[in-house]
């Protein structure tokens, strides 16, 4: 893990350097001395806005890393417990005194002549945030913070005894593109049944997250838990209506591509139908991409590619390897998925993953490779709040990087480099119906909190048969019933979903730039990153060469190239 000490890039100006911000006691007297501090001019305001960010940092940095020490070892009591310790007793303590800095700050907006390009942005996010808190809450949210820890444990602890040792869920991934169908039935069911042996108690476990979120939507006037998360997520741009007809668009656009997709599957199979274990191997029968075997050469690949994008960004990608924030390795007792934070006193990117040395994992670096480089573009920020984007666009650096970083994946896949591109645009046009299933279900869930557990998943069950009817689920509807148990960002981040298939399209516009004038496609998307969450999502997309829309009007062109680039590989 990486040192806890402030960076000396960005010494401590407010805050004593000593500071230790995992007990409470330390941290309430600046709450209070922001608080009662008076604000007279707009130098006034500016320099409190950097102490306060100044103080959140350090606050958030010491939340990350005993989050980031947890999902590194789930199974690690002692770092449990010292994350849950500071969710339990240090956050819920700051959460009243934050009301009151935002509050102070509107009141200075209203009184003081700010620049109102610089914090309009700032002022939008403040004012949504006093309308949505409720102190009523607190225990509430820490409730929620909790239970997700219990998810994280459970599935950390999923393993699967195969070819006489325990593997991991995603090891036992791996399997599933192996040429023999009989080893890759076997592998996904041991690993489907694994999961089904804690169905009950995730069912449990997210059945109490719905009440929970139900209730905070509800003390803080909302009608359900979807209209108190698009405020929370500030979806200022966009509405429930418009994600719902993103659902319509995809239904209509990308689903009858991916069934062309899994026809030709199909024959190439040579089979009647398509099972979940077909939809990974080579439909050609040729072996499985294994693009490396340790993750240092994982890491040292994605660094050449990253060079040869952008020098700069190389560079950043290697400064980031010395500091040992990279934790890459699937192993027991790690939590699934992967994720890219950022500790945020020392503006220092942190990327975890799980993996093990497929072609996936490949394009995982370079996914959160690109949220590294957003991240460590936003570092000269000197206000926390402006440190971050909107998800939308954050996705667009992460997504964008995949796309950008395509014509140099040679550097993993050789004279396999058309196959892994096929693949890759694959993957791309599939993921929407996918994506759109996640999130048409928290839509039911969140709006339909009295249908229960088996309402909820009998309208999962509509879904896959709506977004996934090329499978062919017979005898797998218990599988299927559960499927969505999977999916982490269900449990941990409700709503967060949408975003991936917003995200997706911006990158496959920055990918299509790339096609005209790469250096200018990375100098445009570079120049987007580079703004942080200083303007609005719209504007965001507009800096970086995009176009902020997910209609069916924006989503068929790009359907279509990527078609065409899958037919020309």
Not at 315 to 321: A, E, M, N, S, V
Not at 352 to 368: I, K, Y
């Amino acid at each position: 893990m990486t040192n806890p000490t402030p960076a000396a890039e960005f010494p401590r100006q407010y805050v004593t350097p000593d500071a230790d911000f995992g007990t409470w006691a330390v941290a309430e007297p600046y709450f209070r001395e922001l608080t009662e501090r008076p604000l007279g001019n707009v130098a006034q305001v500016e320099h409190w806005l950097r102490d306060v960010s100044e103080l959140e940092a350090g606050l958030d940095e010491e939340g990350t890393r005993r989050y980031t020490a947890m999902t590194c070892q789930t199974d690690d009591p002692v770092r449990q417990q010292r994350y849950l310790d500071f969710i339990e007793n240090v956050q819920p303590h700051a959460e009243p005194w934050r009301d009151k800095l935002r509050r102070k700050f509107i009141a200075a907006a209203d009184e003081q002549p700010l620049p109102a390009k610089r914090y309009e942005v700032l002022i939008r996010s403040t004012r949504n945030a006093i309308e949505l808190y409720r102190e009523e809450n607190i225990p509430l949210l820490v409730e929620d913070q909790k239970l997700k820890t219990e998810y994280q444990a459970i599935t950390g602890a999923m393993t699967c005894r195969y070819e006489g040792r325990e593997q991991t869920l995603q090891q036992m991934a791996r399997y599933l593109e192996e040429p023999d169908r009989i080893v890759r039935e076997e592998t996904w069911r041991l690993a489907a049944d694994r999961f089904l042996q804690d169905a009950e108690q995730l069912d449990a476990l997210y059945g109490k997250m719905v009440t929970v979120r139900h209730q905070v939507a509800a003390n803080a006037g909302c009608g359900n838990f979807r209209e108190y998360m698009f405020r929370a997520l500030e979806r200022f741009d966009y509405t429930p209506a418009d994600c719902l007809a993103f659902h319509d668009a995809i239904e209509q656009v990308c689903a009858p591509a991916v069934y062309e997709l899994a026809a030709e599957r199909k024959r190439k199979l040579g089979l009647t139908s398509l099972r979940p274990w077909d939809m990974a191997v080579d439909p050609d029968g040729r072996p499985p991409l294994r693009p490396f075997e340790t993750d240092e050469q994982l890491a040292a690949g994605c660094s050449r590619i990253f060079h040869q994008v952008d020098a700069e960004l190389g560079q950043i990608f290697d400064t980031l390897r010395e500091r040992g924030t990279l934790d890459l390795g699937s192993r027991k007792g790690k939590a699934p998925g992967g994720y890219q934070v950022v500790f945020a006193e020392r503006r220092l990117p942190f990327i975890f993953m799980n993996a093990v040395g497929t072609e996936t994992d490949v394009r995982t670096l370079l996914h959160e490779g690109g949220h590294a480089f957003h991240s460590w573009a936003c570092r000269p920020e000197p206000l926390l709040a402006y440190r971050s984007a909107p998800i939308e666009f954050a996705e667009v650096a992460s997504m964008g990087m995949e796309h950008l970083a395509l014509p140099f994946n040679r550097e993993f896949f050789g004279a396999e480099t058309a196959r892994a591109a096929r693949r890759f645009f694959e993957r791309n046009v599939c993921f929407f119906p996918f994506m759109a299933a996640v999130d048409a279900f928290q839509h039911h869930v969140y709006t339909q909190v009295d249908g229960g557990l088996d309402n909820w998943k009998d309208h999962w069950q509509t879904l896959t048969r709506r977004f996934a009817s090329e499978l062919d689920l017979s005898g797998l509807e218990r599988h299927d019933r559960q499927s969505w148990q999977k999916k982490q960002h269900i449990y941990e981040v409700p709503f967060y979903y949408v975003e991936y298939g917003i995200a997706q399209l911006g990158a496959l516009q920055v990918w299509k730039n790339s096609l005209d004038d790469c250096a200018r496609a990375v100098a445009l998307y570079r120049r987007g990153l580079a703004l942080g969450g200083t303007r609005p999502l719209p504007e965001l997309f507009e800096a970086a060469g995009l176009r902020f829309d997910f209609s069916e009007a924006t989503l068929r062109p790009l359907i279509a190239a990527a078609m065409k680039r899958i037919a020309t590989a």
